[in-house]
């Protein structure tokens, strides 16, 4: 299984990006997929997921409303399209992948992770 994420980067305060997640090894409309981030000295937080058997989706409080994610399961993908960036925004970004069928916010439910993207936001 691999989890190959993309398009991290730097951005300004007020700016968008658009991570993407390229999977491999595993039937991924039977997979909840999460974004994970981790700033320095910080805990992995849950950023958001998607179930991809039903479409249901979750956001954490410090994102909803400015991100939104998406699933391709005809290219196994999962996005995650970040919008009204802000420095407090800075961190590693994670794809996961979960065989849970629901929303899963933890990353201990999350059998596979990716390397990781930087994303950074400057004010």
């Known amino acids: 299984v691999q989890l190959v994420e993309s398009g991290g980067g730097l951005v300004h305060t007020g700016g968008s990006l658009r991570l993407s997640c390229a999977t491999s090894?595993?039937?991924?409309?039977?997979?909840?997929m999460g974004w994970f981030r981790q700033a320095p000295g910080k805990e992995r937080e849950a950023v958001s997921c998607?179930?991809?058997?039903?479409?249901?989706?979750y956001y954490g409080d410090s994102v909803r409303g400015r991100f939104t994610i998406s699933s391709d399961n005809a290219k196994n993908t999962v996005y995650l399209e970040m919008n009204s960036l802000k420095p407090e925004d800075t961190a590693v970004y994670y794809c996961?992948?979960?065989?849970?069928?629901?929303?899963?916010?933890?990353?201990?439910?999350?059998?596979?992770w990716g390397q990781g993207t930087q994303v950074t936001v400057s004010s």
């Open positions: 996961a992948a979960s065989t849970m069928p629901i929303v899963v916010n933890t990353p201990e439910w999350y059998e596979h």
């Open positions: 090894g595993l039937t991924f409309e039977y997979y909840t």
């Open positions: 998607i179930v991809n058997s039903d479409g249901l989706t």
